[in-house]
């Protein structure tokens, strides 16, 4: 897992780059943590358009995020999911709660 | 003529750093029955899930084996992924969507879901103590099939 980001506008952008599976789900975890705790963001956004596999430990991942950032009131949102990371969060409702958006190549240049 | 069955069967040890190793190897035994990307990743997803079972349930605390084992035959391929740790003792409840005995791990408890969702079919067996083998089967090219015969 390579994890690449920005802050923009009080916008934290990630970019997840490789495989998130219970191996990489730690060091995913412990990671974003660490950039969450930069107190000027207001948004967060995960990018997984460079997610080349995802299983259910993505799920737990995103959920523990949401949490951290709830308590703060400070909205998580994935954008761009592969198909296949999309049937699995879709299959775990947390659209309900952590949306999903569409970034059309706005952060291109972090990549 | 009725193709013989083709086999491959390997164990490796319950490290979570072998589950990228697991899906891989799953996922190009199966490019002889010509996958579409889907289906490909459905299968490795839900390699992966059975695997990260055995990981994270069967061998919580110490090192252990994950018997793996794929077998194609006709268009249909079975992978049965084994471990011999720590049974699951309520295999219905275990398989109940965001079911999890490790709540405070961040887990999801959708694994058995999730392999359910993306194979046709999911077996699970433990007899409590002396491990668990999930057995799961899916049959490829069957969207095509049906989109040409109908």
């Known amino acids: ?83 296949q990371a999309d049937k699995i969060l879709k299959m775990s409702g947390i659209y309900q709660i952590v949306k999903k958006i569409s970034t059309g190549g706005k952060y291109e240049r972090v990549r | 003529m009725k193709e013989c069955a083709n086999v491959f069967e390997i164990t490796f040890e319950a490290k979570s750093i072998n589950e990228g190793f697991a899906r891989v190897c799953v996922a190009a035994f199966c490019v002889q029955l010509n996958p579409s990307v889907d289906e490909i ?24 084996l994950i018997k793996l084992r794929c077998e194609i035959e006709g268009n249909k391929v079975t992978i049965e992924v084994c471990d011999f740790g720590v049974g699951i003792s309520d295999i219905k409840k275990a398989r109940e969507p965001f079911y999890t005995t490790k709540p405070t791990e961040e887990r999801s408890g959708m694994g058995f879901a999730v392999m359910e969702g993306f194979m046709d079919s999911l077996e699970v067996e433990s007899n409590g103590q002396s491990g668990t083998k999930v057995v799961m089967s899916k049959v490829i090219g069957s969207l095509e099939k049906m989109s040409v015969g109908g």
């Open chain 2, 41 to 64: 990743s459905d299968i490795k997803t839900a390699v992966s899930e059975a695997v990260t079972n055995c990981v994270v349930h069967a061998y919580p605390k110490k090192e252990g």
């Open chain 1, 1 to 83: 897992m390579n994890i690449v980001s920005t802050v923009k506008n009080s916008i934290l952008y990630v970019l997840l780059k490789g495989e998130l599976d219970e191996h990489s789900a730690s060091y995913t975890h412990e990671t974003l943590d660490k950039l969450f705790t930069n107190d000027k963001i207001k948004q967060v956004i995960l990018d997984l358009s460079q997610l080349d596999f995802m299983d259910s430990t993505g799920i737990g991942v995103f959920f523990g995020r949401y949490k951290k950032l709830a308590g703060r009131g400070i909205p998580l949102f994935v954008a761009n999911p592969s198909t």
